[in-house]
């Protein structure tokens, strides 16, 4: 399918955008977003990165895009700072079209793209006021918001070392400085904590905590499962440039994964013990069929999907106390029931492991 | 503070560049003082002597001294070398290593903002070696006319006439296999061939009738005009002219190549 001028979905209000100048006579309920994309592609050469996606982003959201390598996150991101031209698709920006109107757009967004492109050799400070000089902020202003970034990401020491030495997780901490020098109203944020220690991530996760108390609207792209589960009011699951799934991370529990699940360790013989299982799990009924995506009703299986690990099998039921008490006859080192995450909305959707 | 207020210039970029210049300035300054001297003193004064001997202030030389009649063309070569050197890697790397310009493509700046930014912070550097250039020239007594001090300006002039096209070549790039190539095989012979260091009229005239064409050539006369005070107006109006239209039809080019590298 050709980028066609994409529409809006079915019962949604015509713009569903921003400026929307319809609103008294638009017959869908009206909804300011403040991103919304229909049909978004991004082609390059012959490679399709990202292949036609919609969403929206409300103000104030925290909204992540989660997905393995490679499915177009970053791309995306891209396209939404305005910094790579859509190849098809429709875009709006705080109500404004980026292929007229970027630098309006850009003048009100902050990025932290993937990849840091600070100047390794300027100081901490120096980074920060140049950057606040392309948007043409005067210096009175620069000086007095530099000093309250660097002590918002705990750089204030740092503020006239040159930034070549500097760690990964300080880099990354002033990067994240440089993008809200210009007190932006959307702040996206490429993989923002990756290659951070636990400290540091925590650090950074509490930062942009504050900033989401203060009403700053984020886009986050991230691997970490616990990352989107506390930062992201809704998010969607990306794969091979397509949306797969999209909820609250609450919503897409409950919609792709059962309650809990039981991981039950094995000698390193997942697999023989694997085919116990399923014997275990075929006793009441029909198999329980790996269907991909929406789970239907619970039934009385014991168990609903089975995903072998080399150390172990992971169960996902509805029924953890009935599947263990007839664990007892399958032989096995350990047995661990908990709740399901994020993580094997993860797996279940993408079939593969987020990290590779 | 209005949001609208934004509006995009080249001058907030170029604090960037100046920013950073400030960083390696001094070295920067010592190797346009000593580049002059090594050329001028073994190329003007060592190979200038026998020059000099052999051929007497010859007709050929327009009845300059061999110094007087070099040190104008290395002025405009030397511009030209350090243009290239400026639009080359450092054109490549704020695309692909220091990333600069990605960072700038974030803000409100636009690829030309971007572009015209570093253009001005290349003629910045040229012009500023060129007057250092000059400045030993005098030093050498190689400069006989107060009009010489135009002269860096006409060599930053013919410098950009190479840097802005190189720009918009090298951000075609994904690396740089192909620049030393490029220096060696293009930027060198023009180095060698426009009337730097002999008159172009001692060439075959099919040699002599490409060196016309090149931008150095023309760089060349107009400094040797300005430094030796010997010129025709009309002339000089023409090798400024075809500068000019060099520096702009580079210019109109990066924009092309800056803006599909930059959001592609
Ligand atoms: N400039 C480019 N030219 C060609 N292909 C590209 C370009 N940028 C991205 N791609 C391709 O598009 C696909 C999506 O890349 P993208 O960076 O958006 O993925 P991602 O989801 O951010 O992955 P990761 O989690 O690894 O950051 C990849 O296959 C990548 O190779
Ligand atoms: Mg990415």
Same mark, same amino acid.
């Given at each position: 399918m050709q980028s066609e001028p994409a529409g809006p979905a079915a019962g949604v209000c015509c713009r569903s955008s921003y400026d929307c100048n319809r609103k008294a006579r638009c017959p869908y309920p009206h909804r300011v977003s403040l991103i919304a994309a229909w049909g978004l592609t991004k082609r390059f050469g012959d490679f399709t990165a990202v292949d036609g996606i919609d969403f929206e982003v409300q103000r104030g959201e925290v909204f992540g895009f989660l997905g393995p390598n490679g499915a177009g996150k970053s791309s995306t991101m891209r396209m939404i700072g305005c910094v790579s031209d859509p190849t098809g698709g429709a875009l709006r920006i705080l109500g404004m079209d980026p292929s007229r109107e970027g630098t309006r757009i850009r003048s009100r967004l902050g990025a932290v793209p993937q990849q840091d492109n600070l100047? =390794? =050799? +300027?100081s901490v400070a120096e980074n920060l006021y140049v950057y606040g000089r392309y948007f043409d902020l005067p210096r009175s202003v620069l000086r007095a918001r530099i000093a309250e970034l660097l002590d918002f990401v705990q750089l204030t020491e740092r &503020?006239?070392? $040159?930034? /070549? %030495?500097?760690s990964g997780g300080m880099k990354r901490r002033l990067t994240i400085a440089r993008a809200l020098i210009s007190d932006p109203e959307v702040l996206l944020l490429d993989e923002p904590s990756t290659g951070l220690d636990p400290q540091a991530r925590h650090v950074v996760w509490e930062r942009l905590w504050t900033l989401k108390r203060r009403g700053v609207t984020q886009v986050l792209t991230t691997h970490y499962m616990d990352e989107a589960e506390q930062l992201c009011d809704r998010l969607v699951v990306m794969d091979r440039g397509k949306i797969v799934a999209e909820g609250s991370p609450r919503q897409l529990i409950e919609r792709y994964c059962t309650r809990e699940v039981v991981e039950v360790r094995t000698h390193g013989q997942a697999a023989a013990m694997a085919d116990a299982l399923r014997r275990l799990g075929e006793s009441p009924e029909a198999p329980a069929a790996d269907t991909p995506h929406e789970r239907g009703p619970s039934s009385d $299986? +014991?168990? /609903?999907r089975a995903e072998e690990l080399p150390d172990r099998v992971l169960l996902y039921t509805d029924q953890s106390e009935r599947l263990m008490a007839q664990l007892g006859g399958v032989e096995h080192e350990s047995v661990l029931v908990r709740r399901s995450t994020l993580e094997d909305v993860f797996l279940h959707l993408t079939g593969r492991s987020l990290v590779d | 503070m209005g949001r609208a207020a934004v509006v995009p210039r080249p001058r907030l970029a170029i604090e960037y560049w100046l920013l950073a210049y400030r960083r390696r300035w001094k070295g920067s300054l010592l190797t346009s003082f000593l580049s002059p001297i090594l050329f001028l003193a073994a190329m003007g004064l060592g190979l200038g002597s026998l020059v000099d001997a052999e051929v007497g202030s010859g007709r050929d030389l327009g009845g300059l001294d061999y110094l007087d009649f070099l040190a104008p063309g290395l002025l405009a070569g030397n511009a030209m070398m350090l243009a290239v050197n400026e639009s080359t890697y450092p054109v490549l790397g704020g695309f692909k290593w220091y990333r600069t310009y990605m960072a700038m493509a974030a803000s409100p700046l636009r690829s030309r903002d971007i572009l015209l930014a570093h253009f001005a912070y290349m003629a910045f550097r040229v012009t500023l070696a060129s007057f250092v250039f000059l400045g030993v020239m005098a030093a050498f007594g190689a400069v006989s006319s %107060?009009? &010489?001090? +135009?002269a860096p300006i006409c060599a930053a002039l013919c410098g950009m006439a190479f840097a802005t096209p190189t720009a918009a070549f090298v951000a075609t790039r994904t690396n740089g296999d192909n620049f030393s190539t490029y220096t060696r095989f293009v930027i060198m012979p023009m180095f060698l061939f426009s009337g730097i260091f002999y008159p172009v009229s001692q060439l075959p005239v099919v040699l002599e009738q490409i060196a016309w064409l090149t931008p150095v050539w023309h760089g060349v006369r107009l400094c040797r005009a300005l430094s030796t005070g010997s010129g025709v107006e009309w002339e000089l109006a023409g090798h400024l002219g075809y500068l000019v239209a060099l520096i702009l039809a580079g210019t109109l080019l990066a924009q092309q190549t800056f803006t599909r590298r930059l959001y592609e």
């Open positions: 100047d =390794e =050799e +300027l &503020a006239d070392d $040159q930034v /070549e %030495p500097l $299986q +014991l168990y /609903e | %107060p009009l &010489a001090v +135009l």
